[in-house]
T-cell receptor, first 110, second 117 residues
């Protein structure tokens, strides 16, 4: 079955440092989505990437979808304490359920 | 934006009892809803796909007789954990896929934290 790997599992940064999490799928995806989950909360949709090589930006967040549509990354520039949480990528094929990556837990030291 | 509610948000029950969790799409119709389970500090694992008017499709390793899913309408799916045991304690999250729309964005409910004593 489809597997989605995500690294790193955990990252601790100083406020102001950059952060990147990487996602790799065992199969070609129709789209990849990114979610953020705060401690005790539920996943909140951040963005969806559909096209090969697509790059999207949301303020300090930059999302990339690989040319082969099997990998993706999320980069946060100049982290803030409000960025704390677990970031999940989730791959989808057609209108099927999402396969979530293992998540990257981000801790930001003020 | 689309809103999905879940009820209850938290439930504590005794071992051996059954618990029903509701997932509702409040402002859109969803032919498909998904049920996920998340253990502490772990990722979301898909349990089953619920399609309106038909039987749910369960993922490998998920007991369909233990986790009963009913998708009776385009806005409601229910998950019943039967004869709950402490190992069933987890965070259960549903998501709904709008019937219409160009993209495949799913909308998540706030989750239900189940604790079985």
């Amino acid at each position: 079955g489809q597997q989605v790997m995500q690294i790193p599992q955990y990252q601790h940064v100083q406020e102001g440092e950059d952060f990147t999490t990487y996602c790799n799928s065992s199969t070609t995806l129709s789209n990849i989505q990114w979610y953020k989950q705060r401690p005790g909360g539920h996943p909140v949709f951040l963005i969806q990437l559909v096209k090969s090589g697509e790059v999207k930006k949301q303020k300090r967040l930059t999302f990339q979808f690989g040319e082969a549509k099997k990998n993706s990354s999320l980069h946060i520039t100049a982290t803030q304490t409000t960025d704390v949480g677990t970031y999940f990528c989730a791959g989808q094929t057609g209108r099927r359920a999402l396969t979530f990556g293992s998540g990257t837990r981000l801790q930001v030291q003020p | 934006g689309a809103v999905v509610s879940q009820h209850p948000s938290r439930v504590i029950c005794k071992s051996g009892t059954s618990v029903k969790i509701e997932c509702r799409s409040l402002d859109f119709q969803a032919t498909t809803m998904f049920w996920y389970r998340q253990f502490p500090k772990k990722s979301l694992m898909l349990m089953a796909t619920s399609n309106e008017g038909s039987k749910a499709t369960y993922e490998q390793g998920v007991e369909k007789d233990k986790f009963l899913i009913n998708h009776a309408s385009l806005t409601l799916s229910t998950l019943t954990v039967t004869s709950a045991h402490p190992e069933d304690s987890s965070f259960y999250i549903c998501s709904a896929l709008p019937r219409t729309g160009a993209y495949n964005e799913q909308f998540f409910g706030p989750g239900t934290r189940l604790t079985v004593l």
